[in-house]
């Protein structure tokens, strides 16, 4: 079996994005839980400010030769897209902000754990369905 190299190299450059938009969103999620006191609130936040980001810098970098300009359209397929990644990342980042011994309540860890996560489904989702070229919405 051979590894397409192209698709890992956007994988790769996926990745790399998300730990920048990891420490983008773990920051935001430590601000306003400590603004908020209400950690669901601050979780939905920062998650959707994470995909923002995630949108622009993706869309600008490891897509860049797919991706059209940029757009409220396309930030809406992108944010679509990546609603399965961002739940199972704000899931996994609660359950382990509330439960598990060694992140409960840190923000830093649990976030981490959500975008480890999150990170597989919201690559299928953005490079098979959003930066595609076959995409209306690109």
Known sequence: MRLDTAFLV??????CIGGVVFLFDASCFWLLIRLTGWPTLARVISVALAIALSWALNRSLTFRDRAGGASWRGLFTFALSQLPGAGINALASMLAFTSLPLTHNNAWLSAGVG????LVANFIMANFFVFNKKSPTR
């Open 10 to 15: 956007k994988f790769l450059q996926f990745g």
């Open 115 to 118: 975008a480890c996560a999150g």
